[in-house]
Antibody, heavy 121, light 108 residues
Framework: QVQLQQSGPGLVKPSQTLSLTCAISGDSVSSNSATWNWIRQSPSRGLEWLGRTYYRSKWYDDYAVSVKGRIIINPDTSKNQFSLQLNSVTPEDTAVYYC???????????WGQGTLVTVSS | EIVLTQSPGTLSLSPGERPTLSCRASQSVSSSSLAWYQQKPGQAPRLLIYGASSRATGIPDRFSGSGSGTDFTLTISRLEPEDFAVYYCQQYGSSPYTFGQGTKLEIK
């Protein structure tokens, strides 16, 4: 059974960087069939896919237009985890952030527990 | 980007009733790459249906999905108390993967 465990701070100041980590058990970040995603949820924007990292003979990443230029999703093969960095945050980035696996069927079949991140001074 | 519109926004029903939830896409969803998720307060979404009509592992057979192209439906044959939650559709046929705004199923 795949499990995703999120960690990271719940409060970030405006203009600073939001950083979260998702530790994977039961699968590998280097899997050739899965992709590793970050999704956020807020009352104003609903559920919003932010981006993904995945390995297909080499590493790829792919980001939503809404956050492109501010976001980096990185794999860490030594710890079997992946991370989210979102730069220059504003209060509009306040949301619950989830990591999720997109499995071979194409759906988000396993999710982390969610982290409420508040952007406030 | 494919926009998904769910209706109704809220459905007030009693246990034992049979709700039908709708999800309409702004353009055709390729290969019926449409999923349904259930979310309860304080929890992550849980996958119910994939490929428009296939139940995920461990999902009771009272949940069924149908549809293709731009119109999709989730039906619960007989509501149980634990089914009151918010339901989201999601398309995964083309990036960016998008979600509907949700239908809240509440106890009448």
């Amino acid at each position: 059974q795949v499990q995703l465990q999120q960690s990271g701070p719940g409060l970030v100041k405006p203009s600073q960087t939001l950083s979260l980590t998702c530790a994977i058990s039961g699968d590998s970040v280097s899997s050739n069939s899965a992709t590793w995603n970050w999704i956020r949820q807020s009352p104003s924007r609903g559920l919003e896919w932010l981006g993904r990292t995945y390995y297909r003979s080499k590493w790829y990443d792919d980001y939503a237009v809404s956050v492109k230029g501010r976001i980096i999703i990185n794999p860490d093969t030594s710890k079997n985890q992946f991370s989210l960095q979102l730069n220059s945050v504003t209060p509009e980035d306040t949301a619950v952030y989830y990591c999720a696996r997109r499995g071979a069927a194409g759906t988000f079949d396993f999710w982390g527990q969610g982290t409420l991140v508040t952007v406030s001074s | 980007e494919i926009v998904l519109t769910q209706s109704p926004g809220t459905l007030s029903l009693s246990p034992g009733e049979r709700p039908t939830l709708s999800c309409r896409a702004s353009q055709s969803v390729s290969s019926s790459s449409l999923a349904w998720y259930q979310q309860k307060p304080g929890q992550a979404p849980r996958l119910l249906i994939y490929g428009a009509s296939s139940r995920a592992t461990g999902i009771p057979d009272r949940f069924s999905g149908s549809g293709s192209g731009t119109d999709f439906t989730l039906t619960i044959s007989r509501l149980e108390p634990e089914d009151f939650a918010v339901y989201y559709c999601q398309q995964y046929g083309s990036s960016p993967y998008t979600f509907g705004q949700g239908t809240k199923l509440e106890i009448k």
